[in-house]
T-cell receptor, first 113, second 115 residues
Framework: AQSVAQPEDQVNVAEGNPLTVKCTYS??????LFWYVQYPNRGLQFLLK??????LVKGSYGFEAEFNKSQTSFHLKKPSALVSDSALYFC???????????FGAGTTVTVRA | GAVVSQHPSWVICKSGTSVKIECRSL??????MFWYRQFPKQSLMLMAT?????????EQGVEKDKFLINHASLTLSTLTVTSAHPEDSSFYIC???????????FGPGTRLTVL
């Protein structure tokens, strides 16, 4: 079984401040981890993924995420948030042996001007 | 690129009618397509996985006779909600995966409202 936890329903930050969205996971095999962003009434846009290799992954729009195996975490970060980053963010995991993704509940990010 | 489209983007239908939603991979061949359902302010729930030319694999609790999935080509999958009822109203999202790749690319979603 695999699962994802996003402990924060909402994250509020001021524009220009660092943004962190937390994610922890549980998977039986090697984890494949993904971050997606969703704008209102739209599908999900792929931000970044960790499969193997360097624990720090850089993705689209200045986002990055750090894979921490010991803490089973994959937190999403952005050094300087923009108002346009306000959206719903989903963390997802799959096992290396299965293509099915399990999603977290989502975190709503609001960046105030 | 990896662009996935869905049609229609929204649909309103009467209770008891059937609705077909199309999912297309526009610039790649999709080995596998996935269908999700999303309720307001909730996460995505996987409904089924479909591979081109074979029967879809449904998740537990999803009625295969109610949600018919056809994956007739490497660029097209369809979801038909048969005899729709108001409780079927939801946001349906498809995704597609290229062969040999790990990432799923998502369509823009279809808002279904059953009156």
């Amino acid at each position: 079984a695999q699962s994802v936890a996003q402990p924060e329903d909402q994250v509020n930050v001021a524009e220009g401040n660092p943004l962190t969205v937390k994610c922890t996971y549980s998977v039986s095999g090697n984890p494949y981890l993904f971050w997606y962003v969703q704008y209102p009434n739209r599908g999900l846009q792929f931000l970044l993924k960790y499969i193997t290799g360097d624990n720090l992954v850089k993705g689209s729009y200045g986002f990055e995420a750090e894979f921490n195996k010991s803490q089973t975490s994959f937190h999403l970060k952005k050094p300087s948030a923009l108002v346009s980053d306000s959206a719903l963010y989903f963390c997802a995991v799959r096992d290396s042996n299965d293509y099915k993704l399990s999603f977290g509940a989502g975190t709503t990010v609001t960046v105030r001007a | 690129g990896a662009v996935v489209s869905q049609h229609p983007s929204w649909v309103i239908c009467k209770s008891g009618t059937s609705v077909k939603i199309e999912c297309r991979s526009l610039d790649f061949q999709a080995t596998t397509m996935f269908w999700y359902r999303q309720f307001p302010k909730q996460s995505l729930m996987l409904m089924a996985t479909s591979n081109e030319g074979s029967k879809a694999t449904y998740e537990q609790g999803v009625e295969k006779d109610k949600f018919l999935i056809n994956h007739a080509s490497l660029t097209l999958s369809t979801l038909t909600v048969t005899s729709a009822h108001p409780e079927d109203s939801s946001f349906y999202i498809c995704s597609a995966r290229r062969g040999g790749e790990d990432t799923q690319y998502f369509g823009p979603g279809t808002r279904l409202t059953v009156l």
